[in-house]
C-alpha cells in the first residue's frame, strides 16, 4: 500500500513527508525528504503547505510536483541531493489490527500488507 507524500517543516526547511507500508510487519515507515528550500519562502509563493498536493514523478526519482489549479502547470520540488537525498528523519507507526469477533485469528499478510481474518471460507481482509 503508497500512502500519498506531503510538504511538512522541520526547523524552517521544507520538507517532504513519505510514508510507506512496511509489507513485512505491521509498520507505517515514514521518511523525511529534505529539499533545502526555506519553509515561509514556499508559503509566501504558493501558500499553505497543508493544501498543497503533492505527487512523486517517477519512482524513487527525488522529484516531486504539484499544480496550483486545474489548468495550470506542474510546479516541481526536488530533493536537495536528487535520489541520493539521506532522510533527515524517518519515523515508524504500528498499524494496530482492526477489531475482530472474538475466537476469530487474524495474521498480518506480508504480501498484500494487510491485516487478515480467517472465516469459514478462507482468509479475507480483516
Not at 503547505?49 to 489549479?69: A, H, L, Q, V
Request: proline share 6%.
Amino acid at each position: 500500500m503508497i500512502l500519498k507524500p506531503t510538504l511538512t517543516d522541520i526547523n524552517g526547511i521544507l520538507h517532504i513527508k513519505s510514508p510507506i507500508v512496511f509489507n513485512s510487519a505491521p509498520e507505517i515507515l515514514t521518511h523525511y525528504w529534505s529539499t533545502g528550500i526555506n519553509t515561509m519562502d514556499f508559503i509566501r509563493a504558493y501558500g499553505p503547505i497543508e493544501k498543497i498536493e503533492i505527487e512523486e514523478i517517477r519512482s524513487y526519482s527525488g522529484r516531486y510536483c504539484f499544480k496550483r489549479s486545474m489548468y495550470s502547470e506542474y510546479t516541481y520540488i526536488d530533493c536537495i541531493n536528487g535520489a541520493r537525498t539521506q532522510s533527515t528523519k524517518t519515523d515508524k507507526e504500528p498499524i494496530p489490527c482492526p477489531k475482530v469477533r472474538t475466537g476469530i485469528k487474524t495474521r498480518w499478510n506480508d504480501c498484500k500488507g494487510k491485516w487478515e481474518k480467517e472465516l469459514k471460507s478462507g482468509w479475507c481482509m480483516a
